[in-house]
């Protein structure tokens, strides 16, 4: 990265890395932001649990060290929750029927038309 004497890179290398950092960490909230839109958190967290293995692969491969068996372990049961997790239904499904009507009695309606702007509006509703 250029070095300049003592110093590990040169400064504008180093703003140069910064935001680049700054760039995928934002691509990557975005993704788990657009994940969790679609599925649930404890996926997510359990997927993200996981990245260490891409740690281990570059620790085995690039610099030839082995991680200890309690690693593997670890790895193994993570995927083994993660396998229970997907075996079961998703705790995010649509419970709620389409079909509920919701309406309001006539006073609520004429207290909600005189109510000043910002003003909290209690009311009944009823569920048929």
């Not at 250029?2 to 909230?29: H, I, T, W």
């Amino acid at each position: 990265f250029e070095n300049e004497g003592d110093e590990p890179c040169k400064v504008s290398m180093r703003f140069l890395l910064l935001g680049v950092y700054v760039v995928f960490q934002a691509l990557d909230l975005a993704g788990e932001i657009r994940f969790l839109g679609i599925s649930e958190a404890a996926l997510l967290n359990l997927s993200l649990l996981t990245s260490d293995l891409w740690a281990a692969a570059f620790s085995t491969f690039a610099e030839g060290v082995v991680p200890s068996a309690s690693y593997f372990v670890a790895l193994l049961l993570i995927v083994a929750g993660i396998v229970m997790y997907e075996a079961g239904p998703s705790p995010i499904s649509h419970s709620t029927p389409s079909n509920i009507k919701i309406t309001m009695h006539h006073a609520d309606t004429e207290h909600a038309t005189n109510a000043k702007k910002g003003e909290t509006i209690g009311g009944h509703v009823e569920m048929t």
